[in-house]
């Protein structure tokens, strides 16, 4: 177990405060003063295979930590009250200012994204996105840059999260 799991970092109740903040099972913490249970669950993320209609597809470029400068597919957390869908699109409009025509579901696959010195568990799905237009996209948000790929044009091992490697490597063996 890394020392940023959960684990390890939660040492207080986030209710009450207390000390008395023990694992309870294979996925929870209890604390046995005020009895808050709490759940080490996956977080909803989302994760966006945009092509440029020739079969390359986008990887943008990391500008926050974790993996600052890395590859990845553009994407991210689903908030509160948000479906996946909604999410992709809310995603692609504040990293790329992109406006989604369709989306479709392809597949999911666990990873650990660790952030602030803390493990947050996500279940990271992953979307085939037709945009309404290719040109003219404006990285913001957290991304740097953004660059369309052919399979060979780029490293894999440039891609650190693992599920996001794996959907990238999906999508080209297709």
Same mark, same amino acid.
């Given at each position: 177990?890394?020392?940023?799991?959960?684990?390890?970092?939660?040492?207080?109740?986030?209710?009450?405060?207390?000390?008395?903040?023990?694992?309870?099972?294979?996925?929870?913490?209890?604390?046995?003063?005020?009895?808050?249970?709490?759940?080490?669950?996956?977080?909803?993320?989302?994760?966006?295979?945009?092509?440029?209609?020739?079969?390359?597809?986008?990887?943008?470029?990391?500008?926050?930590?974790?993996?600052?400068?890395?590859?990845?597919?553009?994407?991210?957390?689903?908030?509160?009250?948000e479906s996946v869908e909604d999410a992709v699109k809310?995603?692609?409009?504040?990293?790329?200012?992109?406006?989604?025509m369709s989306l479709k579901y392809i597949s999911s696959?666990?990873n650990e994204y660790i952030f602030s010195g803390f493990?947050?568990?996500?279940? %990271?799905?992953? =979307?085939?996105?037709?945009? &309404?237009?290719?040109?003219?996209?404006? *990285?913001?948000?957290? $991304?740097? %840059?953004?660059? =369309?790929?052919?399979?060979? &044009?780029?490293?894999?091992?440039?891609? *650190?999260?693992?599920? $996001?490697?794996?959907?990238?490597?999906?999508?080209?063996?297709?």
């Amino acid at each position: 177990m890394q020392k940023t799991h959960p684990f390890n970092v939660l040492k207080f109740c986030p209710k009450c405060g207390s000390q008395d903040f023990k694992i309870a099972g294979e996925r929870s913490l209890k604390c046995q003063s005020c009895g808050f249970h709490f759940y080490v669950n996956a977080s909803a993320a989302v994760a966006a295979l945009v092509t440029d209609g020739n079969g390359r597809l986008m990887l943008v470029t990391r500008g926050v930590e974790p993996n600052y400068g890395k590859l990845d597919l553009p994407g991210g957390f689903v908030d509160h009250n948000e479906s996946v869908e909604d999410a992709v699109k809310r995603e692609l409009y504040e990293e790329l200012g992109m406006k989604v025509m369709s989306l479709k579901y392809i597949s999911s696959a666990p990873n650990e994204y660790i952030f602030s010195g803390f493990s947050v568990f996500t279940i %990271d799905m992953a =979307f085939e996105v037709i945009p &309404e237009s290719t040109d003219n996209f404006n *990285p913001m948000d957290d $991304i740097l %840059d953004y660059q =369309f790929y052919a399979e060979g &044009e780029f490293n894999y091992d440039d891609i *650190p999260a693992p599920s $996001i490697k794996q959907f990238v490597i999906n999508f080209f063996k297709k």
